[in-house]
């Protein structure tokens, strides 16, 4: 259980802030650029579910939480030693990854093959999930390239790229199931 009864600390005043771990680290560092990411991440999200409603935001809700745990993860260094720690610190799974991809599945059953590409917007709905695709999309390459210089868990970077497909698949079924795409034309304004 989280208690949080102040929510200023001034620890982080002088440019730190702690990890996970209780290490202290430069609050622009690469592990804390990335997980910061995935927290805005899960803000557009939130910003999404202002225009789903039924499954839609039954779907983005869990995909919120998700976020959560993936934050948790990657402020957590040292995944080596998970073992020994007091409490086994949350890690993202594959069973999370497998979920999004069959939910990616369902919800690309019926839509029409693309094309062309698709500009963001249609729905309000789908401009947002298009947000929240460009932004875990942000989050993916923080964490990859995060994970060539510190160990990263597989499983996020996993999660990070089916996330951003299943908001470009969402955003298809928000736009009337593909038929309200907006569709890119090459070169449409050259002159």
């Not at 997980?35 to 999404?48: I, K, R």
């Not at 579910?49 to 919120?64: C, N």
């Not at 736009?175 to 090459?186: S, Y």
Request: net charge negative.
């Amino acid at each position: 259980m989280v208690v949080l009864n102040k929510i200023y600390t001034k620890t982080g005043d002088a440019g730190e802030t702690a990890l996970g771990n209780g290490s202290r680290v430069a609050k622009h560092s690469m592990r804390v650029n990335a997980y910061g990411t995935v927290d805005e991440a899960n803000a557009t999200v939130g910003l999404a579910r202002l225009h789903a409603d039924g499954d839609m935001d039954a779907q983005l809700a869990m995909i919120q939480n998700d976020l959560f745990d993936l934050g948790a993860d990657m402020c957590r260094p040292d995944m080596e030693k998970d073992a020994d720690a007091e409490y086994p610190p949350l890690r993202m799974s594959d069973g999370q990854v497998a979920r999004l991809e069959a939910e990616i599945d369902v919800m690309n059953e019926n839509l029409t093959p693309l094309r062309s590409f698709i500009l963001p917007g249609g729905s309000a709905l789908a401009a947002n999930l298009h947000l929240c695709r460009t932004v875990s999309r942000r989050a993916e390459r923080l964490a990859v390239e995060l994970s060539t210089v510190e160990t990263v868990n597989p499983a996020a970077v996993k999660y990070l790229n089916r996330l951003s497909d299943w908001f470009f698949v969402a955003s298809r079924i928000a736009n009337n199931g593909g038929n309200d795409d907006v569709l890119w034309v090459p070169g449409a304004n050259r002159t």
